[in-house]
């Protein structure tokens, strides 16, 4: 079974910035691509970051130029941060794992931004 965990949400205040980690029991290389997603209450899950097996990144609109997705390839752990982060940016961030064509989720981490 492959495990992916994030970590790192909580309650913050709007500006400040939060660094999300997602870590997998399996080896980072292992994984064509990797990504952060979000879903907010009564919204449909959509892609933050993601970065492949090569190091691309891709950002939405909505955090392009404050967000950075990164790899500690030693630690099999991504990580997400966002600079400057707004209410309605409050939601449950997952991360995705995806090797072979099959994709693998983890539970979410909560993230409430105050205003």
């Known amino acids: 079974v492959q495990l992916v965990v994030e970590s790192g949400g909580g309650l913050v205040q709007a500006g400040v910035s939060l660094k999300l980690s997602c870590a997998t029991s399996?080896?980072?290389?292992?994984?064509?691509?990797m990504g952060w997603y979000r879903q907010a209450p009564g919204k449909q899950r959509e892609l933050v970051a993601s970065?492949?097996?090569?190091?691309?990144?891709r950002y939405a609109d909505s955090v392009e130029g404050r967000s950075t997705i990164s790899r500690d390839n030693f630690k099999n752990t991504v990580y997400l941060q966002i600079d400057s982060l707004k209410p309605e940016e409050t939601a449950v961030y997952y991360c995705?794992?995806?090797?072979?064509?099959?994709?693998?989720w983890g539970q979410g981490t909560q993230v409430t931004v105050s205003s």
């Open positions: 995705a794992a995806e090797r072979a064509g099959m994709r693998n």
């Open positions: 399996a080896n980072i290389f292992s994984y064509n691509f």
């Open positions: 970065i492949t097996l090569n190091g691309s990144t």
